[in-house]
């Protein structure tokens, strides 16, 4: 069966599972001819699948339930990235550690709900909205940083802070789930989701591409190597070091069974609507399911 | 009118056209929410169009054959580059400057059609098909030649062979079109793509889409510095001397009015028949269409 997949970013190491799984023909054994196809603006990805255009793809976790509540009919079947520590990547001269610090700064954001999620911080923190310039970069922090296009931007420990690092530029990290008492950053976590109608009409393939990114997701944490081996076969312009370093730094990130975590959903719904983006009425039950890790 | 469109190679300066009407505001302009994607394996593309996920994006000409001929109801809508010097790029100390010298030689192709294409000038010279061994590279021709993990690879003047001069590599290229007798590079012309489907229903958008594009493409020519521009501000890692490079000797390249050209199609399907992918019965109007540059 061919089944286009829709990445959240360009192809870079945190997708080690899949390529694996892509480049040691694990999804080829399972019958499933897997086209990876990257957005170019990260913000169209629950568009498109949310339509159902491409009905498999990845994204983080908060934005399933803004998803949902926009009414696009997409569950996540599962986890592949837990937790990367995310936040407010400055360089170290900015001095921003602390929410106030970024009055009358410039603030890079990926797309609609960085904007959000700063906003409310702010807000949390009895400053007004307009304190600070809010910059959307798509996927390009660590090039609107570097440039000094924006003082500061959203970024991942384990990702950005480690381009920058390799650019020279020493960077601080003020952790958003710290800063919003969530306790994790699971809010960022990298889901694997997929639109309604396909999970309704595919259990069985649904279940073996599952099984084909669980034995990626193993190669990928019991031999590093050739995972990075299966990354660079994939896309050679990773087969830099700045890429390998990502790599290693991602790797304690990687889920260890792929399944949905219960206590991090859950977070993550009462955060989601701290932040306005979805209301109480959503059922957990929605957004996602473990149950294509069975057969049947 | 939301419309995810997959590129036919990872973003370049080749696809300036599109990405200036996309920056500029162009498609908005025309009430058309563009969704540009990517592919990671440029053989996925006819499929993905074809089978209808994706309904609109961009195909080398000969392929538009081969995806009629296997049953995808894909035609051309325009034609975004023209002619692109395409052939067997080398090093130049391996001295490959005929077809016989490919004898005994590791030679990288992009997809299936690019092995049929070499088989075809291997035994239209005489040789045997295993004379030569051929590999398959997707997008990474540069990477392979460069690492030695081929002698020679199909590729592009304005493209791949200038990647090879940045990384101190002079090479020499065998042109495909003066050893396959066509008198121009027009197999190798990128051609904007679309689902037959998603032709009969949008006759109004998609013409509204080609405005757009004929705008992207009016600025691309008359003021290549805000081209080069947009290229860099949706793809900053664009933003290298050789992708500069690239863009420059790309620019003869862009169509002029992005109509299809009957004179291309009739040589390529000479062309496509002579390399056994269609048969005689397939009509030319079944492939192109310039119709949509009318708005009725």
């Not at 990257?38 to 159902?52: A, C, F, L, R, Y």
């Not at 989701?193 to 396909?198: N, Y």
């Not at 050679?236 to 390998?244: A, D, E, G, I, T």
């Given at each position: 069966?061919?089944?286009?997949?829709?990445?959240?970013?360009?192809?870079?190491?945190?997708?080690?599972?899949?390529?694996?799984?892509?480049?040691?023909?694990?999804?080829?054994?399972?019958?499933?001819?897997?086209?990876?196809?990257?957005?170019?603006?990260?913000?169209?990805?629950?568009?498109?699948?949310?339509?159902?255009?491409?009905?498999?793809?990845?994204?983080?976790?908060?934005?399933?339930?803004?998803?949902?509540?926009?009414?696009?009919?997409?569950q996540s079947i599962a986890t592949?990235?837990?937790?990367?520590?995310?936040?407010?990547?400055?360089?170290?001269?900015?001095?921003?550690?602390?929410?106030?610090?970024?009055?009358?700064?410039?603030?890079?954001?990926?797309?609609?709900?960085?904007?959000?999620?700063?906003?409310?911080?702010?807000?949390?923190?009895?400053?007004?909205?307009?304190?600070?310039?809010?910059?959307?970069?798509?996927?390009?922090?660590?090039?609107?940083?570097?440039?000094?296009?924006?003082?500061?931007?959203?970024?991942?420990?384990?990702?950005?802070?480690?381009?920058?690092?390799?650019?020279?530029?020493?960077?601080?990290?003020?952790?958003?789930?710290?800063?919003?008492?969530?306790?994790?950053?699971?809010?960022?976590?990298?889901q694997v989701?997929?639109?309604?109608?396909?999970l309704?009409?595919?259990?069985?393939?649904i279940h073996?591409?599952l099984?084909?990114?669980q034995?990626?997701?193993?190669?990928?944490?019991?031999?590093?190597?050739?995972?990075?081996?299966?990354?660079?076969?994939?896309?050679?312009?990773?087969?830099?070091?700045?890429?390998?370093?990502?790599?290693?730094?991602?790797?304690?990130?990687?889920s260890?069974d792929l399944k949905n975590v219960d206590?991090d959903w859950?977070?993550?719904?009462?955060?989601?609507?701290?932040?306005?983006?979805?209301?109480?009425?959503?059922?957990l039950s929605?957004c996602y399911t473990n149950r294509f890790f069975s057969?049947?």
């Open positions: 069966m061919h089944v286009p997949f829709l990445l959240n970013w360009y192809l870079n190491p945190y997708h080690a599972p899949l390529v694996v799984a892509q480049e040691m023909g694990f999804f080829e054994k399972y019958g499933i001819d897997l086209a990876i196809i990257e957005p170019t603006n990260p913000s169209d990805v629950t568009k498109i699948i949310g339509t159902g255009a491409i009905k498999l793809g990845l994204k983080a976790m908060v934005h399933c339930f803004a998803a949902r509540a926009r009414g696009y009919a997409i592949v990235l837990d937790e990367p520590p995310t936040g407010l990547i400055s360089p170290l001269k900015q001095r921003i550690k602390h929410i106030a610090d970024i009055q009358n700064k410039r603030i890079g954001y990926v797309g609609e709900f960085g904007k959000i999620m700063i906003d409310n911080l702010v807000q949390e923190a009895g400053f007004p909205i307009n304190c600070y310039e809010a910059i959307r970069v798509g996927m390009d922090a660590t090039q609107a940083i570097l440039t000094g296009h924006v003082d500061a931007a959203i970024g991942i420990a384990s990702f950005q802070q480690i381009e920058l690092e390799a650019a020279g530029m020493p960077s601080y990290l003020m952790p958003i789930d710290e800063m919003a008492q969530l306790g994790c950053c699971c809010f960022c976590s990298i989701i997929a639109h309604d109608s396909f309704q009409d595919n259990h069985q393939m073996r591409f099984q084909a990114l034995q990626g997701l193993q190669v990928t944490k019991k031999d590093p190597e050739q995972a990075w081996k299966c990354l660079i076969a994939t896309k050679p312009s990773l087969n830099r070091p700045v890429y390998q370093k990502i790599f290693q730094a991602t790797h304690p990130y990687f260890s206590r859950q977070k993550v719904k009462n955060y989601a609507q701290r932040l306005k983006i979805t209301d109480a009425q959503l059922s929605e057969p049947v």
